[in-house]
Every structure is written in C-alpha cells, then in structure tokens.
C-alpha cells in the first residue's frame, strides 16, 4: 500500500527563519503528492501537489516543495516563516490501488516562535 | 468557503445514542470521503463513496455507516455511541484525476 511517513512531531522555528517540513514516502509506480494544511478548528486546505514535471513545486502563501525521487522525499519549505504559519501540516500520497484515495501521514505541528 | 459543507458543525451528544452528519460535496465532485481526525490516531480514513456506491472501507467501525443519496450528498451514522467515538470528523470531496481533495469544515462530535 502507498503511505507516507512524517517523521518528526512537532517543527519549532523562528520568525523569519526558513522553515522545512519533512516527508517520506513510499508506492508503487509514480507518486502524486500533496501538502495540506489545517488551522485550529479548520478543514484541510491544500497546500501544493506534485504530479510530474519540474522537481520543485510551487504552492500557496509563499510554500514550496522538493520532490526528490532518489531519496522518496516530498520536503514542504518556505525560505522566511510567519507566525500565521503555525499549524498542522500533513503530508499526502494518492493510492491508484485504493480508487485513489490519498493516505496521509500523522501530521505535524509547526510552531513559529516570533 | 472551500465548497464542501458539512453540519452540523458541533454536536455534543450521550453514550448510546445516534448521531447523523451530513456533507454535500463541492459541486460536480463525485466522490465523498470521510475521515476521523482525534488527538491520538490522526486522521483515519472512515469510508470512501463514489456516485452513490461504497469503493472503499478504512478503518470504520461496524457501529458506523455511511451513505451517499442521488444528489450525491453523504451522511455518516453513528450508533451507541462511546466516549471514544468524541473527534473531529472530516468530509472531502473529489472529483477524480489528480486533483486531490476538499475538506468542509468538519463536525466537532462530543461524546459525553
């Protein structure tokens, strides 16, 4: 089955600094990857997806992403975090297995220290 | 407003009873997901409609069902309810190809 890992709980930075989000992944075939992200007492909102084409991918409020096929990384980054940035971030692959259902990951929490 | 709504958006409610959410999906979207979001397990995949039929079993409890009408709206049941079944729960629609999903808001379900 297709999944993705998220391996640390909680990411602190500070305001201003760069601000990475980590994700690993692992399928069969070719990946479609997505980054979303949940405010306190919000639905998920999408972030950014990977389908093909260029390695780094562009999103919403100033988010990027690195697909990196030799390490099955999907790294979320955003070179100068805001303390609005504070949220839960999950990190998501569709399963062409699973009638395309996207498995996500735990989720982590990130907090921007102003 | 991302499209998918869901209501209630709170519900606080007794063990042994039964509750009923509703999702009506983003318009010309197809498929409704539902997920379970509580402090400890995440969010658990519940069940997955497409058009009105079931094309996927997640981590659901036999006390839960779902259903998707003709209009393509979703309900979840949930029966003899446990304080364990309090969490967050999600509806997404989809419609297909590499889109991936919407998120309503959820329903906040306290189990008292």
């Known amino acids: 089955a297709q999944s993705v890992a998220q391996p640390e709980d909680q990411v602190n930075v500070a305001e201003g600094n760069p601000l990475t989000v980590k994700c690993t992944y692992s399928v069969s075939g070719n990946p479609y990857l997505f980054w979303y992200v949940q405010y306190p007492n919000r639905g998920l909102q999408f972030l950014l997806k990977?389908?093909?084409?260029?390695?780094l991918v562009k999103g919403s409020y100033g988010f990027e992403a690195e697909f990196n096929k030799s390490q099955t990384s999907f790294h979320l980054k955003k070179p100068s975090a805001l303390v609005s940035d504070s949220a839960l971030y999950f990190c998501?692959?569709?399963?062409?297995?699973?009638?395309?259902?996207?498995?996500f990951g735990k989720g982590n929490q990130v907090v921007v220290i102003p | 407003d991302s499209g998918v709504t869901q209501t209630p958006k709170h519900l606080i409610t007794a063990t042994g009873q039964r509750v009923t959410l509703r999702c009506s999906p983003r318009s010309g979207d197809l498929s409704v997901y539902w997920y379970q979001q509580s402090l400890d397990q995440g969010l658990q995949f519940l069940i997955q409609?497409?058009?009105?039929?079931?094309?996927a079993k997640g981590n659901i409890l036999e006390r839960f069902s779902a259903q998707q009408f003709p209009d393509l709206h979703s309900e979840l049941n949930l029966s003899s309810l446990e304080l364990g079944d309090s969490a967050l729960y999600f509806c997404?629609?989809?419609?297909?190809?590499?889109?991936?999903?919407?998120f309503g808001s959820g329903t906040r379900l306290t189990v008292v």
């Open positions: 990977y389908i093909t084409g260029d390695n």
């Open positions: 409609y497409y058009n009105g039929e079931e094309r």
């Open positions: 998501a692959v569709r399963d062409p297995y699973g009638n395309n259902r996207l498995a």
């Open positions: 997404a629609s989809s419609s297909g190809g590499d889109y991936g999903y919407t």
